[in-house]
């Protein structure tokens, strides 16, 4: 009961640090921002909302100002069984991408971050 207790707190506790720190979004011209937002429609990042992990995720999507839907792998069933059935395991973050006719599950923070970096920074 403590453990969830100061699990829940630090949980929140990072989640209102992210909120307060949250860095600026990447400024571009409406005509590539609609380019960026056509590429994240083919994105999804499973995640749970207080994971440090996934909060790393979620700023280097805010500053690369990309719309990559959020699938929550903790509260939603569904998404959890996409993620253990599709991906192979429960493990957040995790970036399903697809491309043509070809899906890529990619786990840890530091590749999305990378691929997000290369692919759209």
Not at 12 to 30: C, E
Not at 64 to 87: C, F, H, M, S, Y
Request: aromatic share 8%; net charge positive.
């Amino acid at each position: 009961m403590l453990v969830k207790a100061l699990r829940n707190g630090l949980g929140n506790l990072i989640i209102f640090i992210d909120f307060i720190t949250r860095p600026r979004k990447m400024p571009r011209p409406a005509e590539l921002q609609a380019e960026v937002d056509q590429a994240t429609q083919k994105l999804a990042l499973y995640q749970f909302h207080a994971c440090p992990f996934c909060v790393k995720t979620r700023r280097s999507m805010h500053r690369l100002n990309l719309n990559v839907a959020l699938r929550d792998a903790k509260n939603d069933p569904q998404a959890r069984e996409e993620l253990q059935q599709q991906g192979g395991k429960i493990q957040v973050p995790c970036l399903r991408i697809e491309e043509a006719d070809r899906v890529t599950w990619l786990y840890e923070s530091a590749a999305i971050n990378t691929y997000l970096e290369q692919r759209f920074g």
